[in-house]
T-cell receptor, first 110, second 115 residues
Framework: GQQVMQIPQYQHVQEGEDFTTYCNSSTTLSNIQWYKQRPGGHPVFLIQLVKSGEVKKQKRLTFQFGEAKKNSSLHITATQTTDVGTYFC??????????FGPGTRLSVLP | NAGVTQTPKFQVLKTGQSMTLQCAQD?????MSWYRQDPGMGLRLIHY???????DQGEVPNGYNVSRSTTEDFPLRLLSAAPSQTSVYFC??????????????FGNGTRLTVT
């Protein structure tokens, strides 16, 4: 079945540093969604990418979809302690179901 | 709007016991699903449904049953609990897939421990 990979598994940064997580697949992705899960919470939708090469921004967060639709990335500029959590990418597998990556856990040291 | 409601929030079972995790949504979503989350494993799909009367297996369906008799409810049944089923379980729903997909809405989760 389809597999979605994410790197890194963990990332520790000092507050104010930048952070990037990468989502990769060996097969072409359908539509990518990004979710954030705070410690002890549930995943919350951040954004959806549909088109090849698409770039979307939400304040300090920048999301990209690769030209070949085999990878995606989430970049956070100048991290804050409120950014702490696990970030997941998910592919909708052409309408069959949602396949999640294993997530990247972000720690931000004040 | 309540969104996706899961009950119970916590549950402790003994090996061999059975139970049902409840999930209800009030957004008229066609798509509903169950995930389990284990440390370092991300979210793994157990079962999903694209509408009332239709269910299908996900990545890790063994030991679990589901049914979808109404659009609103999607209960997950553990037939004979095993320690390997200790996990956090999330129910999630979404509108029917179209070329422009809508996001998954998650419940708050059920933390299950099997001793």
């Amino acid at each position: 079945g389809q597999q979605v990979m994410q790197i890194p598994q963990y990332q520790h940064v000092q507050e104010g540093e930048d952070f990037t997580t990468y989502c990769n697949s060996s097969t072409t992705l359908s539509n990518i969604q990004w979710y954030k899960q705070r410690p002890g919470g549930h995943p919350v939708f951040l954004i959806q990418l549909v088109k090849s090469g698409e770039v979307k921004k939400q304040k300090r967060l920048t999301f990209q979809f690769g030209e070949a639709k085999k990878n995606s990335s989430l970049h956070i500029t100048a991290t804050q302690t409120t950014d702490v959590g696990t970030y997941f990418c998910a592919d909708d597998n052409y309408g069959q179901n949602f396949v999640f990556g294993p997530g990247t856990r972000l720690s931000v040291l004040p | 709007n309540a969104g996706v409601t899961q009950t119970p929030k916590f549950q402790v079972l003994k090996t061999g016991q059975s139970m049902t995790l409840q999930c209800a949504q009030d957004m008229n979503h066609e798509y509903m699903s169950w995930y389990r989350q284990d440390p370092g494993m991300g979210l793994r799909l157990i079962h999903y449904s694209v509408g009332a009367g239709i269910t299908d297996q996900g990545e890790v369906p063994n030991g679990y049953n589901v049914s979808r008799s109404t659009t609103e409810d999607f209960p997950l049944r553990l037939l004979s609990a095993a320690p390997s089923q200790t996990s956090v379980y999330f129910c999630a729903s979404s509108t029917q897939w179209t070329p422009k997909v809508s996001p998954l809405h998650f419940g708050n989760g059920t933390r299950l421990t099997v001793t």
